[in-house]
């Protein structure tokens, strides 16, 4: 499974930022899909997923009413709209695919595949 992740950057407090994922047809038709973030001397954290079967969405407490994650099934792209950026937000930020059936988990550990991390960097 290959996932391949553009956008990122650094932006100031209150800006807004644009991740993609492009996964292969294979991934993308037989996954959940979802964002993880880590930043330095912290674990891997949830952000949001997709499910594979209808588009339900769920965010970390954190990141709901600012982070939009969406998908593309025509170019089996996932994206994260990222609003209202904070300093707390900065972290390296990972898209993943994960279990095809069930509420996507929060763990990392239940994700099988991964892109190769962006940086996103909110100055205050």
């Known amino acids: 499974a290959q996932l391949i992740e553009s956008g990122g950057g650094l932006v100031q407090a209150g800006g807004s930022l644009r991740h993609s994922c492009a996964a292969s047809?294979?991934?993308?038709?037989?996954?959940?899909m979802g964002w993880f973030r880590q930043a330095p001397g912290k674990e891997r954290e949830f952000v949001a997923a997709v499910t594979w079967s209808d588009g339900t969405t769920y965010y970390a407490d954190s990141v709901k009413g600012r982070f939009t994650i969406s998908r593309d099934n025509a170019k089996n792209t996932l994206t994260l709209q990222m609003n209202s950026l904070k300093p707390e937000d900065t972290a390296v930020y990972y898209c993943?695919?994960?279990?095809?059936?069930?509420?996507?988990?929060?763990?990392?550990?239940?994700?099988?595949?991964w892109g190769q991390g962006t940086q996103v960097t909110v100055s205050s």
């Open positions: 993943a695919a994960g279990p095809r059936f069930g509420t996507p988990p929060r763990n990392s550990g239940s994700y099988n595949a």
């Open positions: 047809r294979q991934t993308y038709g037989s996954s959940a």
